[in-house]
């Protein structure tokens, strides 16, 4: 992993000048106002410019064959905090499907199987969370829904086709955002349970800590007794599948939640 720093403003410009095929004289206001408005972040300024073009201010003129932009209304659009934010205003804009299958996934980790989101998704009513009144068999397949979302710069496919991952750290970060803070937990918890009882017990073994973290943000001591018992085991297993890694203090959180049930 390599660590970048925040670009200089002349970085930024030769950025841009590779990007849009235009000299640095022809970008250095534009290069100016970007930088200015993304501190130089090189991730934030790569989103930046994306918004900028789905707004309409940064667009490829087919007919001189060139960029052009409006400088402008680039300097009086308000940038926002920081990158997350800006993703976060991205997704609202999305189909509701992106949205919802967005926010599944974020829960999920920064990698994801599609043979998992389609057992959520199939299995549990998410009703309560979308903002429309269609289902999910009525639009499109769980497959349209992720192209949308790579087409986006969202996730990406991983080489065996089933299994994806988001494109960046701050893109999983801004997914989670999606779901109200009050709702976090029991919206997490509820993937949780609906993996528990719908996965295999090799599935399960697969992705025992993703379950198992899902179910530890709360509502267990107020489930029936054979589910607290079924936590308290993969809490076990979970703790005992750390333990042969050496990481003491995960193993220790896992065994204290498997036995405070």
């Given at each position: 992993?390599?660590?970048?720093?925040?670009?200089?403003?002349?970085?930024?410009?030769?950025?841009?000048?590779d990007l849009?095929?235009?000299?640095?004289?022809?970008?250095?206001?534009?290069?100016?106002?970007?930088?200015?408005?993304?501190?130089?972040?090189?991730?934030?300024?790569?989103?930046?410019?994306?918004?900028?073009?789905?707004?309409?201010?940064?667009?490829?003129?087919?007919?001189?064959?060139?960029?052009?932009?409006?400088?402008?209304?680039?300097?009086?659009?308000?940038?926002?905090?920081?990158?997350?934010?800006?993703?976060?205003?991205?997704?609202?804009?999305?189909?509701?499907?992106?949205?919802?299958?967005?926010?599944?996934?974020?829960?999920?980790?920064?990698?994801?199987?599609?043979?998992?989101?389609?057992?959520?998704?199939?299995?549990?009513?998410?009703?309560?969370?979308?903002?429309?009144?269609?289902?999910?068999?009525?639009?499109?397949k769980i497959?349209?829904?992720?192209?949308?979302?790579?087409?986006?710069?969202?996730?990406?496919?991983?080489?065996?086709?089933?299994?994806?991952?988001?494109?960046?750290?701050?893109?999983?970060?801004?997914?989670?955002?999606?779901?109200?803070?009050?709702?976090?937990?029991?919206?997490?918890?509820?993937?949780?349970?609906?993996?528990?009882?719908?996965?295999?017990?090799?599935?399960?073994?697969?992705?025992?800590?993703?379950?198992?973290?899902?179910?530890?943000?709360?509502?267990?001591?107020?489930?029936?007794?054979?589910?607290?018992?079924?936590?308290?085991?993969?809490?076990?297993?979970?703790?005992?599948?750390?333990?042969?890694?050496?990481?003491?203090?995960?193993?220790?959180?896992?065994?204290?939640?498997?036995?405070?049930?």
């Open positions: 992993k390599i660590n970048v720093g925040n670009l200089s403003v002349d970085a930024v410009n030769y950025m841009i000048s849009l095929c235009e000299s640095i004289d022809v970008v250095d206001s534009l290069a100016k106002t970007v930088h200015h408005k993304t501190h130089g972040n090189v991730f934030y300024v790569i989103q930046f410019l994306m918004a900028l073009q789905d707004e309409g201010l940064l667009s490829y003129n087919l007919l001189f064959l060139k960029w052009e932009w409006d400088l402008d209304r680039i300097k009086e659009k308000v940038a926002t905090k920081n990158v997350v934010d800006l993703l976060l205003s991205k997704m609202k804009t999305l189909p509701y499907q992106v949205r919802e299958a967005m926010k599944l996934v974020a829960c999920l980790g920064s990698f994801f199987e599609l043979s998992m989101l389609k057992i959520i998704m199939s299995s549990y009513d998410f009703s309560q969370y979308v903002d429309a009144p269609e289902s999910w068999e009525n639009d499109f497959e349209n829904i992720l192209e949308i979302a790579i087409n986006e710069g969202l996730i990406e496919k991983l080489g065996n086709e089933t299994s994806y991952k988001f494109a960046h750290d701050e893109i999983q970060r801004a997914a989670c955002l999606l779901i109200p803070e009050n709702e976090s937990s029991i919206f997490r918890y509820k993937i949780g349970r609906t993996l528990l009882e719908k996965l295999t017990k090799k599935q399960l073994d697969k992705n025992l800590f993703v379950v198992v973290d899902l179910l530890s943000v709360g509502g267990s001591s107020t489930e029936p007794e054979n589910i607290q018992v079924s936590l308290s085991i993969l809490n076990h297993d979970a703790a005992q599948k750390v333990f042969s890694t050496f990481a003491f203090a995960p193993c220790i959180k896992y065994a204290k939640a498997g036995i405070s049930l």
